[in-house]
Structure formats: C-alpha cells, structure tokens
C-alpha cells in the first residue's frame, strides 16, 4: 500500500465547471489532488465580489471545494449550502452563499489566502485549491478585426459578433504565480488541462508570469479533455484541432495526450446550443494522430443541467461525467507508473 508521500500527485488546471466534474471523480481514487484555479473571472456574482468587497473573484475556488468536499458525514449537506444560490432578497438575489461565507471570512481573518484555506478545511476537502495568482488583474482578447475587450463576463457573453476569432489573449495587469501553484506543477505526474472554456477557463491559468515555465519543465504527463461543444465568441466553428492548435502557441507541444468524446450528445440539448450558434466539437484528431496519445470514449453526462432562476450568467447544459472521466485518467496514470 502506497503511503500519502508515494501517491501520484494529479493538478488540474482551469476552473468553473469543467475543473468541478474532474475534481468531484477523481478525488475517490487514491491520489494527491491539487486544483490551480483561474482568478480573473468577471461576471456575475465575482463582479460584486470584486467591486463591493474588493476581493479577488471565488466563484471558481468555491466550486472546486465543494468538488472536494466531505460528502460521507451530513449526507453532502455543506455541499448543498456552499452551492446554493438565493433567488430573494434585494442586493443579495444571484449571489451564492459560499461566496458570501468566503467573503466574511477574508474580512474576519484578513486575508483572502487564509479564507480560502479555512473554508477547505470546514468543508473537509480531499486535496488542495490553489488560486493561480494573487494578483488583481483581467483578462483582454484581442479579435481578428482588430477589436479589443476587457473582462471576461465580456469575453464569455460578447455583445459584438460571435462569429469573430480571437487572435490573441493577455492579463492586464500582468500576474505573478502563487508559489503554491508553481510547487505543485513541480512535483505533478499528471497535469489535466479542461475541460472549460478555452479563453476564459483555462488560457487565463497559462498566461500567468511562471506558469509555462513550470508545466514545461515539469516531468508530468499532460492531458487535455478536449471540450463537447464549441462556445459562440471564443471558439465559434472550432474542431478539435483547432482547439489545440490554440494551446500549442501558448504551451508548445507540451501536451502528451488528448481525450475526446465519441458519444452522441443529447438531441433536445443540442437544439438549444443551435439558437447560440454552438455545435458539437468536431473529432478531426486523426489529422494529428502522430503528435499526440488521443483517447477517444464515452465521457459525456446523461444528464442535462438546468439552472437556478435567479444564475443570470449562461451555463453549458451538456457536461462530461465525472466517473466516466475519472476512470480515463485513472488509466493514464496506471500506464504511466
């Protein structure tokens, strides 16, 4: 039996939902799970955040704590609390009460860093949740027709044509990395990009001053789960290789394998991400089958998400399943050692 010094040591990088459905099935099996989390979020309730509190956005770390929460003892119910969102209340309606918890406890304690840290530790998370980076800063995109924005609520939900590529992305101002983030990456021996909205979810993480630096020369085998549908204003029309040729002018050809779903996705679903201009993301990865480890399987969800009526931000209805994607990595890891 391996003791906790000698388990493999597994850190997804991203945030939102993607990173919660990787978290929430891979913190059964037997590893050192770390989260590194973007922290230039700018829509919704992490604006509120931001503006009233003056504190770096949490929705994204809140989501990863509960992904690796307890949920043996009180049957999940802290869970159920930190993800609850009211839909009452004037100046309070949209806002979650895990956000709300960890804002409080920044101000009792006097640090954000230790809030977070405190809020695993009542949540009795298995693993860590790092912030990238402490550094007050937002995401801009650059689009083909010269036009710039700022914030990534902008980003995620443009007002302009979504049809329009993206040609470049950067934080401003720059951000320095969290220690934290930069030891874990260090002495990974799986690093897991995604799934999550390219430009806003996981870019972000890898634009982060220290962050190529350390997933280059780290020793770990790194994976990208490839997304189930394009997003409309980010990756309009992308195809898997798209998708990762945006990742190789960032990383360069640090990623060592890919896994792709080849599952068909829900009709009803489907017809709704149809009125948004986004399609399921198409499987063209034989085009670039001797660059990299493709796995193809069944990793998609049964179940079609709904929201809660007061969530004014657009949320995927189709995600992966957390066992199903759990079970590949697993398999990663045990041919690797």
Do not use: W
Not at 48 to 68: K, M, W
Not at 243 to 268: C, E, F, W
Request: charged residues 20%; proline residues 3%.
């Amino acid at each position: 039996m391996k003791t906790s010094e000698h388990l493999p040591r597994v850190v997804c990088i991203g945030g939102g939902t993607g990173t919660f459905v990787v978290l929430k099935g891979m913190k059964q099996y037997s590893c050192k799970l770390s989260a590194v989390v973007s922290m230039s979020d700018s829509g919704g309730s992490n604006k509120r955040i931001r503006d009233e509190f003056g504190l770096l956005p949490t929705s994204d770390i809140r989501q990863c704590l509960v992904a690796l929460s307890d949920e043996k003892n009180g049957k999940g119910l802290m869970r159920t609390l930190f993800m609850y969102r009211f839909e009452k209340g004037e100046g309070i309606s949209g806002m979650t009460f895990g956000n709300l918890f960890m804002a409080a406890l920044a101000d009792i304690l006097g640090s954000q860093e230790e809030a977070i840290r405190q809020t695993g530790k009542v949540l009795r998370i298995h693993g860590s949740v790092i912030p990238v980076s402490f550094t007050k800063t937002n995401l801009t995109a650059t689009y083909e027709d010269g036009t710039t924005v700022t914030g990534e609520h902008i980003i995620d939900e443009p007002e302009h044509d979504g049809s329009l590529k993206i040609t470049d992305v950067a934080l401003d101002p720059k951000a320095e990395a969290n220690p934290e983030a930069i030891d874990a990456l260090q002495s990974a021996d799986l690093i897991v990009l995604g799934p999550g909205d390219l430009y806003t979810s996981v870019l972000p993480n890898l634009l982060v001053n220290g962050m190529l630096e350390a997933i280059q020369k780290s020793k770990a085998t790194v994976v990208y789960i490839m997304n189930l549908m394009t997003k409309n204003g980010q990756t309009y029309n992308y195809t898997a290789v798209d998708h990762l040729n945006v990742l190789k002018k960032y990383l360069g050809n640090r990623i060592n394998t890919v896994i792709m779903n080849n599952q068909a996705l829900s009709p009803d679903a489907l017809a709704v991400y149809a009125k948004y201009h986004e399609l399921p993301v198409i499987d063209d990865l034989d085009k670039v089958r001797n660059e990299y480890n493709i796995i193809r399987n069944d990793i998609v969800s049964n179940i079609v998400i709904t929201k809660a009526p007061s969530d004014t931000l657009v949320r995927s209805l189709i995600r992966h399943d957390s066992d199903k994607l759990a079970n590949v990595l697993v398999s990663i890891l045990e041919y690797k050692s």
